[in-house]
């Protein structure tokens, strides 16, 4: 029989030994909002919308200004919740001590449309299936770049 201490102790041993199990597993990989993952294409499909997204960008990576590039969105809202959501939510790099004060970053914005939505859910579940190792928590849903959270 074991004292309450020794009991105690080797609570204590099981309990570290197990978190530092969980501890062992991969770090997720870090994404940019509005980044697309691996299976996803940059292919544009029927029905979906595109555009690139310029920002002039403060040393701190702080968007300072946004406009749309070329696009084929069907009005202007949409440019404009587009560079809301950038400006709110996306952060580029610090800028290196040779960098200038403002600096210029562009990124194409998918919005896929049907199409697009049900070939991306197929490679989804391909891309799981080819990479076991993966863990679906590393991944949630995709989010639309105008609404980057």
Same mark, same amino acid.
């Given at each position: 029989?074991?004292? /309450?201490?020794?009991?105690?102790?080797?609570?204590?041993?099981?309990?570290?030994?197990?978190?530092?199990?969980?501890?062992?597993?991969?770090?997720?990989?870090?994404?940019?909002? /509005?980044?697309?993952?691996?299976?996803?294409?940059?292919?544009?499909? #029927?029905?979906?919308?595109?555009?690139?997204?310029?920002?002039?960008?403060?040393?701190? /990576?702080?968007?300072?200004?946004?406009?749309?590039? #070329?696009?084929?969105?069907?009005?202007?809202? +949409?440019? *404009?919740?587009?560079?809301?959501?950038?400006?709110?939510?996306?952060?580029?790099?610090?800028?290196?001590?040779?960098?200038?004060?403002?600096?210029?970053? +562009?990124?194409?914005?998918? *919005?896929?449309?049907?199409?697009?939505?049900?070939?991306? %859910?197929?490679?989804?579940?391909?891309?799981? #299936?080819?990479?076991?190792?993966?863990? #679906?928590?590393?991944?949630?849903?995709? +989010? %639309?770049?105008?609404?980057?959270?």
């Amino acid at each position: 029989m074991l004292s /309450g201490m020794k009991r105690s102790l080797l609570g204590v041993c099981a309990a570290l030994l197990a978190s530092s199990a969980a501890f062992a597993q991969e770090v997720c990989p870090k994404w940019e909002p /509005g980044a697309r993952y691996p299976w996803q294409s940059n292919e544009i499909m #029927k029905g979906d919308l595109f555009g690139w997204v310029i920002m002039d960008v403060d040393r701190y /990576g702080a968007p300072a200004s946004c406009r749309i590039g #070329k696009n084929n969105f069907l009005d202007v809202e +949409t440019g *404009i919740f587009l560079c809301k959501n950038y400006s709110e939510r996306w952060r580029g790099p610090k800028a290196a001590e040779s960098d200038p004060d403002r600096r210029i970053f +562009t990124r194409f914005s998918l *919005i896929h449309g049907y199409d697009h939505l049900l070939a991306d %859910r197929k490679a989804r579940k391909q891309w799981f #299936k080819d990479h076991p190792e993966a863990r #679906k928590e590393c991944y949630p849903e995709p +989010t %639309r770049p105008d609404r980057l959270g």
